[in-house]
C-alpha cells in the first residue's frame, strides 16, 4: 500500500484515483491549480510515497521542481514539457531524485512502440517505402504532435537511415472525445501498411501509471516503461 498524492486532479487524476483505490492505495493529497498551498502541507510533504501529476505542460517542470525540493518521487504523463528533460536527468543523476516519465503509460501503446521498432528496423532496408505517423485526440489537447507521436517517431528515425525528423511528416487532428489513436503508416507504388492503437477509454493509462508509482518504490533515478515492462 502506498500513499499517493495526485498533482492535476482532471481527467487522468479522476481516473488515477479511482485504480489506485481499486489496488488498495491511500490518496493522501490532491493537488490542482486552486490549492497550490497545498505543496507544503504535513500531509503533501511527509505523507507521501510518490506523487503522481498529470497536468498541463506549463505547469508540469515546475511540479516536479516542486516534488524533488520534498524529496518526493515523480510519475508523470504530462506530455509537452520536453525541452527541460535535461534538467530532470542531472537532478536524477547528480542529487538522485525518482522521476519516472513515459509519454504513454498504456501496456498496449507500449506492446505498439516495441512493434513500430521492429517494423522499422525491417523497413530500414526496403527503400520503396515511406512512411508517416497521424494522431487524432480530442479538442482539448493542449500540446501537438502528440508525446505517444513523438515517441514513435524516434523509433522510426533511430530504426532507418533514410528518415529524419525533418522528413517524417506527424498530422495531428484534434476532433471530438478520442482519447488517442496512433497510426504508423508505410506506403509504396504498389501497397499500403498500416499498424494503429486505439484507446477506448483513458484506463489503460491510468492503470499503467499506477503500476509506474508502484515501481518507483525504492528505486531512484530516470525511469520510462522500458525498465518497468522489460519489453
Ligand atoms: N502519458 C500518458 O499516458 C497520458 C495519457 C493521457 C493524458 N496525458 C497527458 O496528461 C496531461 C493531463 O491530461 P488530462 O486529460 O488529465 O488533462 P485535464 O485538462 O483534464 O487535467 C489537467 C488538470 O491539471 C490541473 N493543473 C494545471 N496546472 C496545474 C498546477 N500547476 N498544479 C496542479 N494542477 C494543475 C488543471 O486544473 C486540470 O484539472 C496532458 O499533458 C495530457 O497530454 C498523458
Given at each position: 500500500m502506498m500513499n499517493i498524492a495526485l498533482i492535476g486532479y482532471g481527467k487522468m487524476g479522476h481516473e488515477i484515483e479511482k485504480i489506485a483505490l481499486e489496488r488498495g492505495h491511500c490518496i493522501t493529497s490532491i493537488i490542482d491549480t486552486?490549492?497550490?498551498?497545498?505543496?507544503?502541507?504535513?500531509?503533501?510533504?511527509?505523507?507521501?510515497?510518490?506523487?503522481?501529476?498529470?497536468?498541463?505542460?506549463?505547469?508540469?517542470?515546475?511540479?516536479?521542481?516542486?516534488?524533488?525540493?520534498?524529496?518526493?518521487?515523480?510519475?508523470?504523463?504530462?506530455?509537452?514539457?520536453?525541452?527541460?528533460?535535461?534538467?530532470i536527468k542531472k537532478e536524477c543523476l547528480e542529487n538522485k531524485k525518482t522521476f519516472f516519465y513515459a509519454s504513454n503509460y498504456s501496456i498496449g501503446v507500449n506492446l505498439f512502440f516495441a512493434v513500430n521498432k521492429f517494423f522499422a528496423k525491417l523497413m530500414n532496408t526496403f527503400n520503396q517505402y515511406d512512411v508517416l505517423v497521424?494522431?487524432?485526440?480530442?479538442?482539448?489537447?493542449?500540446d501537438t504532435p502528440s508525446g505517444t507521436a513523438i515517441t514513435l517517431a524516434e523509433g522510426i528515425v533511430k530504426n532507418i537511415e533514410r528518415k529524419s525528423f525533418?522528413?517524417?511528416?506527424?498530422?495531428?487532428?484534434?476532433?471530438?472525445?478520442?482519447?488517442?489513436?496512433?497510426?504508423?503508416?508505410?506506403?509504396?507504388?504498389s501497397d499500403i501498411i498500416t499498424i494503429r492503437h486505439n484507446a477506448k477509454n483513458r484506463r489503460g493509462f491510468?492503470?499503467?501509471?499506477?503500476?509506474?508509482?508502484?515501481?518507483?518504490q525504492k528505486k531512484t533515478g530516470f525511469l520510462s516503461m522500458d525498465d518497468l515492462l522489460k519489453l
Open positions: 486552486k490549492n497550490q498551498r497545498d505543496f507544503n502541507s504535513d500531509n503533501f510533504i511527509h505523507y507521501t510515497d510518490v506523487a503522481i501529476e498529470f497536468t498541463c505542460p506549463k505547469s508540469a517542470f515546475n511540479n516536479y521542481m516542486k516534488c524533488f525540493e520534498r524529496n518526493i518521487p515523480v510519475v508523470t504523463g504530462t506530455t509537452g514539457w520536453l525541452q527541460n528533460i535535461w534538467k497521424e494522431e487524432v485526440h480530442h479538442i482539448k489537447k493542449l525533418s522528413n517524417l511528416p506527424i498530422r495531428s487532428k484534434r476532433i471530438g472525445k478520442f482519447p488517442g489513436i496512433h497510426t504508423v503508416i508505410y506506403e509504396s507504388e491510468a492503470f499503467g501509471a499506477i503500476l509506474a508509482a508502484e515501481y518507483t
